[in-house]
């Protein structure tokens, strides 16, 4: 296989969107399509199943893609690597988080690269997502690891690194803090209160106005913080949109944290800035994406 043939067929298995992964490769969706016929031509069968609304990796495709991923990484470090031994990377990169569950995996990465990079210093820092974004832009943090969706101006948005089932934090007398899971219609039970300073995307994905089948879900109050969140929450002025793994890193008497059965896993992806792409920088990211890769395999701990 040709090179373009294995980033063409990694990116779209990925992506499972031809317009998005011409755009990331920066080349024409036609460009794509005939590169994967190519490639689907000569392993003898289809890697994807596309219709007018979906693509698919086929079982077969799905193979190769698990196949080829590792060796793909390692070629990819093992450049990195090489051409960092001819680069001075010194100085200091600040690496921003928004959950704890994040700074433990930014936390291996970053004692890795500093073990091969002795003159870089990376400094971790925890934002709250309202601020995150505005800290890489203002140039605070250089790298980040936050929830997805992101669509902002000069900044670029990685793989995904991990995901996160979602659970519902309620107030510890309400009557859905008994129940073992919650649904996406629960949402129009009680107003949701929310972060200040979000993005309209974001807020849409995370803290929708309708359930799926249509209800109104009322917006409540908001809050600078995470733990001024978790206060409005206790005082019973509504619930919010959290992960599972909230619940162990911040347990309180008065919230609960209850299960979805039927919400999508919310998504973390690294971003950084267009501008700033320095050696330093695609080295830390590198690290950053095969420590993501051996977490998949042994899940941080919960």
Not at 16 to 38: D, M, W
Not at 163 to 187: C, F, I, K, M
Not at 198 to 215: I, K, L, N, Q, Y
Not at 265 to 274: N, S, T
């Amino acid at each position: 296989m040709e090179r373009y043939e294995i980033e063409a067929f990694l990116a779209l298995a990925e992506e499972l969107h031809f317009a998005r992964t011409a755009e990331r490769l920066h080349v024409s969706p036609g460009r794509v399509s005939q590169t994967i016929k190519a490639l689907e031509r000569r392993v003898g069968g289809a890697l994807f199943e596309r219709s007018s609304r979906r693509v698919v990796l086929t079982p077969v495709g799905q193979q190769l893609r698990d196949d080829l991923l590792p060796a793909y990484q390692q070629i990819q470090r093992a450049i990195a690597h090489a051409t960092a031994a001819y680069q001075d990377i010194r100085g200091v990169l600040r690496f921003g988080f928004t959950a704890s569950w994040s700074g433990e995996l930014a936390l291996r990465a970053a004692d890795a690269f500093s073990s091969r990079h002795s003159r870089c210093v990376v400094e971790l820092q925890e934002v709250t997502y309202n601020a995150a974004i505005v800290a890489l832009r203002e140039k605070v943090v250089d790298l980040l690891v936050a929830e997805l969706p992101v669509e902002e101006p000069g900044i670029s948005v990685g793989p995904v690194l991990f995901r996160e089932g979602r659970a519902l934090v309620v107030p510890a007398v309400h009557p859905l803090a008994v129940q073992e899971t919650v649904s996406l219609e629960d949402l129009a039970l009680l107003p949701l209160v929310m972060g200040v300073g979000v993005s309209p995307t974001w807020r849409d994905e995370h803290f929708p106005r309708r359930t799926p089948a249509g209800r109104h879900i009322e917006h409540g109050p908001a809050g600078a913080g995470w733990q001024e969140l978790l206060s409005l929450v206790g005082a019973g002025k509504g619930a919010t949109v959290a992960t599972n793994r909230a619940g162990h890193y911040y347990a309180r008497p008065d919230i609960a944290y209850v299960p979805f059965d039927d919400a999508p896993p919310v998504e973390y992806a690294l971003m950084w800035r267009d501008s700033d792409q320095t050696v330093g920088l695609k080295a830390l990211v590198q690290t950053v994406l095969e420590f993501a890769a051996r977490s998949a395999d042994r899940p941080l701990p919960r």
